[in-house]
């Protein structure tokens, strides 16, 4: 049965950078069908800011109708009232528990490190389910909350992930000797889990200390399955991510049980908007991985292997890369070799 993906193209440069997508998944003959979908604070400001979610309901009956979901960045606004962030909303409703972060860097761009390494970040428990309290007008509490099911399902998934691309060092990420109850429960699933891989090499290293080897020597983690917890993660593949040289270049996927988000790191980029100078890669990337989810791999091969190439040659890149082309003639590159690809 075809396969069928919302597309919601977001605010600032997300309208620039999906359609780029879509027209590199056109042009690779993507079978699944692809819905498109409005979301974001720009609809929410032009529906007269009434709103209580920046996802309408019609683009949630879409959403729950799909497969998958390509998310384009979305403007969150600080001002009191607004609602939350379309990434948070659509992780806890479709309880996508695996933020999935690959970090491989290009030769070209970053000639003296070479990192390849995936995160794996818990992303609906930990820090982020929202619950504060304040004690007095002095004080107030954040709960960390770590279960012991919210831990299994990332550990499995991450473990999946190992066994597939043969990454056989599983480093877990904690503050156990600080909070022991709740990184106990996460490091006590950890071991639990890799007990009956005695190929595999398990490592726990305390987050302040992975922070610092990240930048003394991030190649060690070369071959590893990083994985933790929703704060220390957002923090350590936001870190790893600086290693790769541009935010434009960095894509993750958002995992369930039964439903998946790809989307870029990068924000909206209110700064660049409209101007078709955009990085497309991280866009082109997740939604290549989106691809593959929907059952066309060699769709992502195809588009993997063609951006790797145009990045690393640097002829038609965009500025933040050392180019000066512009989003449309990097994304047409792009294409132009993901189909002599797809013809070998
Ligand atoms: P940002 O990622 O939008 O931009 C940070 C800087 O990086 C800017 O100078 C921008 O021009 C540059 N940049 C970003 N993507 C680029 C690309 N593909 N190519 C070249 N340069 C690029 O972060 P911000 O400015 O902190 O946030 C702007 C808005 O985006 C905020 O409203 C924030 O809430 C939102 N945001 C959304 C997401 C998301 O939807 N996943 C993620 C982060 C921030």
Redesign the pocket.
């Known amino acids: 049965m075809t396969k069928k993906a919302a597309i919601i193209r ?1 605010d ?2 997300g309208p620039e ?1 999906v359609d780029c997508l879509l027209k590199v998944l056109r042009e690779c003959n993507l079978q699944s069908e692809l819905v498109l979908c409005e979301a974001g604070s720009e609809q929410w400001d032009k529906n007269g800011r009434k709103d209580d979610s920046y996802i309408p309901n019609s683009t949630m009956q879409v959403l729950e109708e799909s497969d998958a979901c390509y ?1 384009g ?4 606004l600080p001002v009191a009232g607004a609602p939350r ?3 948070v909303s659509l992780r806890q409703k479709f309880n996508l528990y695996a933020n999935i972060r690959p970090c491989k860097t290009f030769e070209r761009i970053t000639p003296n490190i070479k990192l390849d390494c995936v995160c794996f970040r818990e992303a609906t428990e930990g820090l982020y389910t929202g619950v504060e309290v304040k004690i007095t007008d002095d004080a107030a509490i954040a709960i960390r909350k770590i279960t012991r099911n919210g831990c299994r399902r990332l550990i499995n998934s991450a473990l999946e992930w190992a066994e597939r691309y043969d990454m056989k060092k599983i480093v877990g990420i904690t503050k156990r000797n600080i909070l022991k109850e709740t990184d106990g429960i996460f490091w006590d699933e950890l071991k639990r889990s890799t007990e009956s891989k005695p190929d595999y090499q398990l490592r726990e290293i305390y987050i302040d200390n992975m922070a610092q080897q990240m930048v003394i020597n991030p190649e060690q983690f070369n071959g590893s399955v990083l994985i933790s917890t929703n704060l220390f993660m957002d923090i350590i593949s936001e870190l790893a991510s600086g290693l790769i040289g ?3 270049l960095i894509y993750s996927a958002n995992i369930g049980d039964d439903f998946a988000m790809f ?10 908007a409209g101007q078709n100078k ?2 497309p890669t ?1 866009t082109i990337l997740s939604g290549a991985w989106m691809a593959e989810y929907l059952g066309e791999k060699h769709i992502r091969d195809a588009i993997f292997s063609a951006t790797e190439q145009v990045v690393n040659e640097g002829k038609t890149v ?1 500025f ?1 890369i050392g180019g000066n082309s512009t989003t449309l003639q990097m994304t047409n590159e792009i294409i132009k070799i993901a189909n002599q690809n797809l013809r070998k």
């Open positions: 977001g600032g440069v950078v998310k960045p979305t403007t969150t962030s379309v990434a541009s935010i434009g989307e870029a790191a990068h924000g909206s980029a209110p700064d660049i955009v990085n991280a965009t933040d």
